[in-house]
């Protein structure tokens, strides 16, 4: 049985006891108080003794299967009055990914001009999920002026950061 890293599963799900006077669950030598929820790697045994004293026992062989891994949460911005392609922002590998802002669905994020705080939520080929943040903001465009056109003698330098105010920037 797989599950993702840091999520647990039900094991009593997995077999049908009924018609038992009792049944414990193993992990090793140690029984396992609570079968409903359980995360360690490994094989876990079931052992069913019957009213005919029968007793029957049954494995579970528990995966951990890794999460995707997007990494930190990011800030970005863009200029506005233009847009940023948030596809670009996360590797994605082979999974899937979802985007959402405000906790609704958002289908293209390629073009995106809007601020705000959107999720992408990934999920690999077994289900496991990563999510992670993006804050989007507008940056303001430097406003430089008009351009110039200037004429220099040969052999003759010129200072250009003088004609352009730039400290702001």
């Given at each position: 049985k797989n599950i993702c890293?840091?999520?647990t599963t039900d094991l009593t799900t997995n077999f049908d006891t009924t018609g038992s006077i009792s049944t414990a669950w193993y992990f090793g030598s140690n029984q396992i108080l609570i079968p409903?929820?359980?995360?360690?790697?490994?094989?876990?045994?079931?052992?069913?003794n019957y009213p005919d004293?029968?007793?029957?026992t049954a494995y579970v062989n528990l995966n951990i299967?890794?999460?995707?891994?997007l990494g930190n949460d990011q800030l970005v911005s863009y200029c506005y009055g233009s847009s940023i392609d948030l596809n670009t922002v996360y590797?994605?590998?082979a999974n899937s990914a979802e985007w959402f802002i405000g906790g609704m669905p958002i289908n293209n994020v390629s073009t995106v001009s809007s601020n705000?705080?959107?999720?992408?939520?990934?999920?690999?080929?077994l289900g496991c999920t990563d999510t992670a943040n993006i804050t989007v903001s507008s940056a303001v465009k430097p406003n430089l002026g008009n351009d110039l056109s200037?004429?220099?003698?040969s052999n003759v330098t010129e200072d250009l950061t003088s004609y352009f105010i730039t400290s702001t920037y």
């Open positions: 890293d840091g999520t409903s929820a359980v995360s360690s790697l490994g094989q876990y045994a079931l052992i069913a004293g029968c007793i029957d299967i890794q999460n995707p891994a590797n994605i590998g705000g705080l959107y999720s992408i939520v990934v999920t690999n080929s200037l004429t220099v003698c």
